[in-house]
């Protein structure tokens, strides 16, 4: 089993950034990729990034590229999400997620992952 703890989230008024982590534990060495998803209320849950554990390739929604940033350090066992021009449609609760298959063609699909965590939430102001 993996556990995922998101922390980080807040308020912050639009053009702001806002930095978020997901700290992993438990049977790491079995993630192969992780994910950044978010849902808005009333909104589908929707992926916002993803980078592989090992090797660090990073994949982004188009609603966020050249705004946000997904990284992650494998020695803390923690991946962020720097975000930056912040605009009030990126307010949501936003959720990390873990997978172990290497499949990477399915990377923006919720169904793919494994592992879930409980979410954080992050609301920009107008």
């Known amino acids: 089993q993996v556990q995922l703890v998101e922390f980080g989230g807040g308020l912050v008024q639009a053009g702001g950034s806002l930095r978020v982590s997901c700290a992993a534990s438990g049977r790491t060495y079995s993630i192969y990729k992780m994910g950044w998803f978010r849902q808005a209320p009333g909104k589908e849950r929707e992926f916002v990034a993803g980078?592989?554990?090992?090797?660090?390739?990073?994949y982004y929604a188009d609603s966020v590229r050249g705004r946000f940033t997904i990284s992650r350090d494998n020695a803390k066992n923690t991946v962020y999400l720097q975000m930056n021009s912040l605009k009030p449609e990126d307010t949501a609760v936003y959720y990390c997620?873990?997978?172990?298959?290497?499949?990477?063609?399915?990377?923006?699909?919720?169904?793919?992952?494994?592992?879930w965590g409980q979410g954080t939430q992050v609301t920009v102001s107008s």
């Open positions: 997620a873990a997978d172990r298959s290497s499949a990477l063609t399915t990377i923006s699909r919720m169904s793919e992952y494994d592992y």
């Open positions: 980078i592989t554990w090992s090797g660090g390739r990073t």
